[in-house]
């Protein structure tokens, strides 16, 4: 797979991303956005949100800002109105009720390109009653080597459904689009111990899909092939420094700044799943 040409649509289109998030992240996902070499909106209020997606590339929609559920609804179906792609990020998705009713509020109403999420997100999507933990993956649903198969099943079963591409991010992260599968090995554990690693991934799939809006897996492939070896190149920084979580977070952010086409093919592991 082309990762590497897809890094240089980002940095050479420079697309503008609309992001609806959350106030806990919403800052990380502006500079991540930034450092992929996209441009952020955070525009959020429902009073603007058609006018603000009219002139961008993507639109992140995050569950985290549960309370703007409308506007994401209402900029969703200008975006689908313009064919421009549209990223949802069901955070929580499963953990309460509220949040079940939302999320299958927006995926009726929303035709989404990407869904990304952690494993239990994923899962109550796809209605395998995936476990709460909060807005965190359970250990029980995390994907192992020994799980893979049953999960790629699901993920299939998913992107069928909803007609999207579904990328799941965690200790293994598995991308599909019902017919193609791709799982990528990278990161570090510490991604995991900084609040908004997740989203930031989000928001830099909306960069890299609305770069290449008519190949989502492929940006969606690329965006968390790219994170991930980021988060390998930050967490060498954090060890040879000896910091911890915070500083890691702003290393991210740098490492994806300074990320070239070389790093990220030589850095890069995944495989296409048969």
């Known amino acids: 797979m082309e ?21 806990v992240t919403v800052n990380d996902c502006a500079n991540m956005i930034l450092a992929s070499g996209g441009s952020p909106s955070m525009a959020h209020d429902i009073r603007e949100v058609e006018e603000a997606v009219c002139g961008a590339q993507a639109l992140v929609c995050n569950l985290g800002a549960i309370e703007w559920v409308d506007s994401m609804v209402l900029a969703g179906k ?23 009713s939302l999320a299958a509020r927006l995926l009726e109403q929303v035709r989404f390109s990407v869904i990304r999420g952690n494993a239990s997100e994923i899962r109550a999507l796809a209605g395998r ?5 909060g807005v965190d993956v359970s250990t029980l649903d995390v994907i192992t080597e020994e799980t893979l198969p049953a999960s790629v099943e699901m993920l299939r079963f998913l992107a069928q459904k909803t007609d999207s591409v579904i990328a799941v991010s965690g200790k293994l992260d598995v991308i599909s689009n019902g017919d193609e599968t791709v799982v990528l090995r990278n990161g570090c554990a510490t991604m995991a111990r900084m609040t908004g ?3 930031m991934l989000s928001a830099l799939m909306g960069a890299f899909c609305g ?25 060498k920084r954090r060890l040879k420094q000896g910091t911890g979580n915070a500083t890691f977070r702003t290393d991210l952010i740098d490492a994806m700044f300074n990320l070239t086409e070389t790093d990220l093919m030589e850095g890069i592991n995944y495989e296409i799943y048969k």
């Open 78 to 100: 200008k975006a689908n109105a313009l064919a421009t792609p549209v990223i949802l990020d069901p955070v929580g998705a499963g953990s309460t009720t509220l949040r079940r």
């Open 211 to 235: 770069a290449m809006p008519k190949d989502p897996f492929s940006a969606a492939c690329a965006a968390m092939g790219a994170m991930g070896v980021c988060g390998e190149l930050a967490e």
């Open 3 to 23: 990762f590497d040409l897809a890094l240089k649509n980002v940095r050479s289109l420079a697309p503008l991303v609309q992001c609806i998030t959350n106030f």
């Open 129 to 133: 009653r995936g476990l709460s933990a």
């Open 197 to 199: 690693s997740g989203c």
